[in-house]
């Protein structure tokens, strides 16, 4: 447990950093002064989340910087760089989708992606609402012929797909279908289309068309000319910065207790177009510090910036967190606590549906109080871990671990463990198998155990779990079954089940959380049995890894062919020395040399 230091704190501004016995950071945090902010963490009454963190943490240190705005950026970085338990890791997992033009390549694609990167290709988005990067994807495709499938474009297939067929490719993966100059033209025309430059774009398409006909290419001229017309139908462009009000985002807090709601609405032209919201459990007490940390944890990473946010109440960091938006975006970001007008009326709705989720029952701390008074616990089960079995006819046993903390899911702590010893269908020996892998390296690492394990199962999936257990671990945690279609729930040492109304916010959770277990098993085990199924007969080739399995497969479509192919034809699709050596471990396997 971390006491206060002899030594008094920095009275700077700055960052501090609560770091547990083997130095791994649990929290971290930045104020004006540190002397004042830290002397909150070591008062004799403290919120419970307050006293969790001090009785895991061995030691605090601190970092001065030279400003507050320092201060905050560096904040931000230390939580991206150690991703600390106690902070509050928010992410939009809504993200909006870009369209990527990968001018690098010889023959560019138009890919769709909500991931932009720093890859020399060029990215226009986002799309807001999302659909419209899908429509636009299809206009590429169908007007300016530009490839959007997943084939290399290198020339190695052996005929082109329907969408040749279909007049909406121009088959750069068929070697002599389209000329590098004339599909460079096509891409440029769909630059200047996604860049919404429809001047630019029709005197192009003009210019080439009146060159075409003056070559006598009368095909190509056509075509030139058809774009021309496409043009005036291709005229509602991507959301982004477009005249009018432009792309905003609106924010409204709501919450106490270490416990919040965070609603937000997406604007576009003054449009409502999609709505969010996230659930937060704050180590921070005051509001305006968990409003602040949220729009920095979701704009620190977001691939774009809106052109302005809006938000519910004034925050001490404002100047910053504009500050920061406007670097990140290039131009200034106005960030605003609108008092009339249409977006204050819907600054007023979010917030009245964040205090309404807040107050029906959506405080994860009061679930967590009535699972300890059930299960007799020491304190609330602040992490609890789920496990799940799926299997396919006894085959391919696949386990899966969920962890929740504070009632919300920790997807970055899910594992999935492949039953190694057990043979057969035996749920109660998998999950005692996984369990006990699970646990023991949880005490190998120095993690703590969870306050809670839950089991997809009834009394002898618990019996069997905790019967593994037992001799692997000095004290095994509480333990508790929940049970299928009746939903009743089995408590170690009990054997008789305990029925909670179905309106039970504790059986909601519980049932929530061994939902999530059963789902992620559930794909782990789908994703297992695919690759199985998919394993080409040529990765047991000597030096065909599934990379040339790959190529192999589309330029002779079937693995029969591959087979029957000489090694001059495998040569154009492998190279030489490759052709040799699969073209021999095929004929030693079929018994004899293939006749030229």
Known sequence: MVERPKEPFPSRPGCYLFRDARGRPLYVGKARNLRARLASYFQEKVPDKVARLRRQAASVETVVT???????LLENNLIKQFRPRFNTLLKDDKTYPFLKLTVRDRFPKAVFTRHPERD???????????????RNLNLLQQHFKIATCRDPLDGSRARPCLYYEMGQCFAPCVKGKVSEADYAAAVEAARLFLEGKDRALRESLKAGMEEAARRQDYETAAHYRDLLK??????????VARPGEGHWELFALYGGGGSFFLHSFTLVDGKVVDQRHWALDALEEREEEVFSAALMRLYGNAPAIPDGICI????????????????????KVPVRVPRRGPKADLVATLLENAR??????GDPAAVLRELQHL???PSPPHRIEAFDISHFHGGETTASSVVFEEGRPRK??????????VAGVDDFASLGEAVGRRLQRLVKEGEPLPDLLLIDGGWGQVSAVRRALEGILPAVPPLVGLAKREEWLYRWPDPEPLVLSRDSPALHLLMAIRDEAHRFALAGHRARRSRSRLRSPLLALPGVGPKTAAKLLRAFLTTEAVREAPAEALEKVVGKAAALRIRAALDAASDGPREA
């Open 312 to 331: 519910s109440r004034d925050l001490p960091d404002r100047p910053l967190l504009e500050r920061f938006l406007t670097e990140r975006k290039g131009r």
């Open 356 to 361: 309404l989720a807040f107050q029906s029952g």
């Open 230 to 239: 496409a043009t005036a139908f291709l005229s509602h462009r991507q959301a």
């Open 375 to 377: 299960f007799g616990l």
């Open 66 to 72: 030279g400003s507050e705005w320092e201060a905050f």
């Open 412 to 421: 970055d702590a899910y594992r999935r463990y492949h039953v190694k010893t």
């Open 120 to 134: 020399g290709s060029l990215y226009f988005g986002p799309f807001v609402p999302g659909w419209q990067a899908r």
